[in-house]
Each structure stands twice: as C-alpha cells, then as structure tokens.
C-alpha cells in the first residue's frame, strides 16, 4: 500500500509564494510518476501538473504555467509544488497522487493523498 501525504499549504496573500511537500512511503517512490491535482469549491478536479520517475519530463495546466515548478526528490520519497504569484483563483485544496506512467488524466493516478487547503486572498 502507498501512503501519500501533503503539507505545506496555508493562506497568502495574492502574489504570493507556497511551496507543497508530498511525502510518499510504503513503495518505491521512484517506481511512481507524481501529479498535483486541485479541486476548488463546486468545481471538479482538475490537473495542475506532473513529473515523470526521474524528474526530466514535466507537465503543467495552462493555468499554472510560469508560475508553478513541480519537482521531486527520490532520495527522500517526496515530491514538490512551488507556486508562485498565487492568485486568488489558485484556492482549491491541492492532492498530490501517484501513478505507474506520467499522465495528466486524474484516472490513470492510482494513489491520492487526503489534501491540502491553500487559500489565497486578494
């Protein structure tokens, strides 16, 4: 069983800076790509980026791009969203989730953490 947890999230103000931690244990991190999604409220959830096993390849939402990096950090099971000039319209609660090959489509992510709050006023 892969156990993922989220930390890092809080309230800032707009034009602000959050970095997201996602701890992974129970299985190989590296075996796993890893994805960030968000889910604002009344809205579905949505892709907001990814990286493959070993880090190259990258992937992130038109609405993110230049603005969020999403890295990881296989020597200590965690992966990373850093985000930055946060806008109001970034406040969602942030999953990271855990696939066997780099997609942005939520279902291919077989494990999911519990969540984060970011909230970002203006």
């Known amino acids: 069983q892969v156990q993922l947890v989220e930390s890092g999230g809080g309230m800032v103000q707009a034009g602000g800076s959050l970095r997201l931690s996602c701890a992974v244990s129970g299985r190989t991190f590296s075996s796993y790509a890893m994805g960030w999604f968000r889910q604002a409220p009344g809205k579905d959830r949505e892709f907001v980026a990814a990286?493959?096993?070993?880090?190259?390849?990258?992937y992130f939402a038109d609405s993110v791009k230049g603005r969020f990096t999403i890295s990881r950090d296989n020597a200590k099971n965690t992966a990373y969203l850093q985000m930055n000039s946060l806008k109001p319209e970034d406040t969602a609660v942030y999953f990271c989730a855990a696939a066997p090959f780099l997609t942005t489509d939520s279902g291919g992510y077989h494990y999911w953490g519990q969540g984060t709050q970011v909230t970002v006023s203006s």
């Open positions: 990286i493959n096993r070993s880090g190259p390849s990258t």
